[in-house]
């Protein structure tokens, strides 16, 4: 009895060794047990194969100026817009430091290849394909895209203008392998 | 649980055996046979029944339409076809199991009303109420994940809107979005979960009904007058009378739903559900299951971002806040203090926000202007984090509305407001629907705004100052009741 009081002594505070024992099990237990979760919420992260997913080469050549074509990278739509002239003297016209996503025509292209647009065409609000790539489509008020789930209007260098989304439409990452040949991805 | 009586109380000898080991039938004669239930409660009192029969009816028809469906994103649509057209009363099975998911959100919407008209979520009833909004939360969970299962463009593209809602959250928004999904878009890895998780949740809610009728059999139910049963001359035994008046409002009830089924199944459904989803053409209009609509109109509210310049307003009007509270809790030093404390921890909170806002936010040409204009929380965040503010603030709803009178029959100006609350909720139910374009979005922005007021300003206000009428003393003493004879 004399020597558990003893083992038991509490310290100056009322503590004793048994309370450092369970805090040192509780640690432990929540170590154990945060290993045994990290498995099971990991095996819902994108999968091997789905992180291998190509990237997606795309030949230019038979695109017209004025025209759109979307092909699917990762599972989403890019779209591919060969711009005239004249569209991109329009849009390099407007004064982008005011717009919601404030930046430039030059920064959302490469530069020697101003014509090609390419734009991941996922809209930035909520996730729905914005319209505007086909020739009937409804295109907004900025004559670019516009998406039909909540009614965000792009305009022609994809950038937001009006509606609830809150960026412009993003640039994917892609290169030019040759002049007619884009690597998305 | 003490220990089975010693005496014969079944005279079924198989029966009492049973029970002296697992007194199963003791538990149903306490919980279901006698059970006192206040002598006055009403029809309204039905619908938590009707809301388990169909939570059982989802469950056996959905085990049944799991066994011939395929969860793949290239069989799934024809999978739910051959279920309507090949298989034996497959017609039958998804209608049910259709139809079924909105009489379930009927029976719950209503059961939810009169929790709040009669104050059922208030001392001792607390946890009753929250686990209750609990099954809510995991309903609407269930059926969104079952929505997506047949693979048609309201499936896909309802699954790709809701899910990049999270995709709002600053910093982990775009990971956890990805993580949803198991992959970069809405694909096979997002059905093949869903489907797991639908067939997992229902019984999950079962567990949690379970529970929620547990806490209900400690503090006996509510009843239309508000006060608890005094003595025995307040309350009738659960069986003859409950379960014949439960049983008949089932089978009203249930008279609707399967005419429903039978004479118009596709009532409630939109006709964009029975085209195959295709991922790269989003359909016109997107709207959610009717029974999400008041939600997502409230998420659809939010048109403006939170920017530098607001939050500078804000941080004024809360400067000018400061003395208003000096004055208004001149007499007591303690309210005062509070105020103070309360304002300057939303003062605080603002500038903090607003500098995290502006040190994580790049800006190509950097001016005094374009600082101003740095957004803090865009709209779409407001709205997410408002959409699930609305359900949230049930939780708290006890604590927010302290009144010690529980029914509406005696809070006169509560009742009003509650039919306002229900008028809102009806509005944000239809402009949900809309296009979000023109009157709509300004009926869906006061409705909101009510739906909030109601809760964090009228319900604390009316709490402390509404004259209440008199409260009768017992069940048995309610003029409604004594009229009637009982
Ligand atoms: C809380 C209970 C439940 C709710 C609210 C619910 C809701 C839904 C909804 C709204 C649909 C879409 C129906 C359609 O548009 O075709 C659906 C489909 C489905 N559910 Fe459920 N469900 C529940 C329980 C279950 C259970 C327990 C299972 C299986 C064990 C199940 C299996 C299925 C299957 C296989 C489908 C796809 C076939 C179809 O669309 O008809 N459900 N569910
Ligand atoms: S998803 Fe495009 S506007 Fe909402």
């Not at chain 2, 402009?431 to 909101?448: D, K, M, Y």
């Not at chain 2, 809760?455 to 009428?469: D, G, H, N």
Request: proline share 6%.
């Amino acid at each position: 009895m004399d020597s558990t009081k003893k083992q038991h002594a509490a310290g100056a505070d009322g503590e004793t060794r048994r309370d450092f024992l369970y805090l040192t099990a509780g640690a432990m237990g929540a170590v154990a047990a945060g290993t045994a979760v990290w498995p099971l919420v990991d095996s819902m992260s994108p999968a091997a194969d789905t992180l291998a997913l190509a990237s997606t080469e795309v030949d230019v050549t038979s695109i017209q100026a004025g025209q759109t074509i979307t092909v699917v990278w990762r599972g989403k739509p890019v779209f591919v817009h060969r711009r005239s002239a004249e569209e991109i003297a329009e849009v390099r016209a407007e004064a982008w430091q005011e717009l919601r996503d404030p930046q430039s025509d030059q920064s959302r292209v490469k530069s020697g290849h101003d014509e090609w647009l390419v734009l991941v065409g996922v809209c930035t609000h909520l996730g729905c394909i914005p319209m505007g790539s086909k020739t009937a489509d409804v295109k907004g008020d900025y004559n670019g895209w516009f998406c039909p789930c909540h009614g965000s209007h792009y305009d022609k260098s994809g950038r937001i203008r009006k509606g609830p989304a809150p960026k412009n439409l993003a640039v994917p990452p892609y290169e030019f392998v040759s002049d007619t040949l884009i690597r998305i991805g | 649980m003490s220990r089975p009586a010693q005496t014969e109380k079944f005279q079924n000898p198989v029966v009492q055996w049973i029970d002296e080991r697992l007194p199963i039938f003791t538990m149903l004669i306490k919980e279901y046979g006698v059970f006192p239930m206040p002598k006055n409660a009403n029809y309204l009192w039905s619908f938590g029944g009707m809301a388990l029969t169909m939570l059982i009816i989802m469950i056996v028809s959905g085990v049944v339409l799991a066994m011939s469906y395929t969860p793949h994103v290239d069989m799934a649509f024809n999978s739910v076809e051959r279920i309507m057209r090949d298989v034996n009363y497959g017609w039958l099975l998804r209608y049910i199991h259709m139809n079924g998911a909105s009489f379930f959100f009927i029976a719950v919407y209503i059961h939810i009303m009169r929790g709040l008209y009669f104050g059922s979520y208030k001392k001792p009833r607390e946890i009753l109420w929250i686990v209750g909004v609990v099954i809510f939360l995991l309903m609407m969970a269930t059926a969104f994940m079952g929505y997506a299962l047949p693979w048609s463009q309201m499936s896909g593209w309802g699954v790709t809107v809701i899910t990049s809602l999270f995709a709002k959250f600053p910093l982990i928004g775009d990971g956890l979005v990805t993580w949803l999904w198991g992959g970069f878009s809405v694909d096979n890895p997002t059905l093949n979960r869903f489907f797991a998780l639908h067939f997992l949740l229902p019984f999950v809610i079962l567990g949690v009904v379970f529970i929620h009728v547990w806490a209900l059999h400690i503090t006996g139910s509510n009843n239309p007058a508000g006060v608890e049963p005094k003595s025995e001359k307040d309350t009738l035994p659960f069986h003859p009378y409950f379960t014949s008046k439960d049983g008949f409002a089932l089978v009203v009830f249930l008279t609707v739903f399967l005419g429903t089924v039978f004479f118009a199944p596709l009532a409630l459904t939109e006709f964009d559900h029975f085209k195959a989803y295709d991922s790269m053409v989003t359909p016109p209009h997107i709207v959610p299951e009717w029974y999400f609509l008041p939600f997502y109109a409230i998420l659809k509210s939010f048109v403006y971002d939170f920017t530098v310049v607001l939050a500078l307003l804000a941080m004024g009007g809360l400067l000018l806040a400061f003395p208003a509270a000096y004055v208004f809790f001149k007499g007591d030093k303690k309210k005062r203090d509070m105020a103070f404390m309360g304002l300057g921890a939303l003062l605080g909170g603002l500038v903090l926000i607003t500098l995290l806002a502006i040190a994580t936010t790049h800006l190509e040409q950097p001016s005094a202007a374009a600082y101003l204009k740095v957004v803090i929380i865009p709209a779409a965040l407001q709205g997410v984090l408002a959409m699930f503010g609305s359900i949230l603030l049930l939780v708290v709803l006890p604590w927010i509305d302290c009144s010690p009178v529980k029914s509406a029959r005696y809070r006169p100006i509560y009742k009003k407001c509650l039919l306002v609350l229900l008028i809102s909720f009806i509005t944000l139910g239809y402009t949900g629907a809309q296009l979000p374009e023109g009157w709509p979005v300004i009926a869906g922005q006061v409705a909101t705004l009510y739906y909030f007021a109601h809760f964090l300003v009228i319900l604390p206000y009316l709490a402390r100052k509404e004259k209440t009428l008199p409260v009768p003393n017992s069940i048995s003493e309610d003029p409604c009741c004594a009229s009637k004879g009982n």
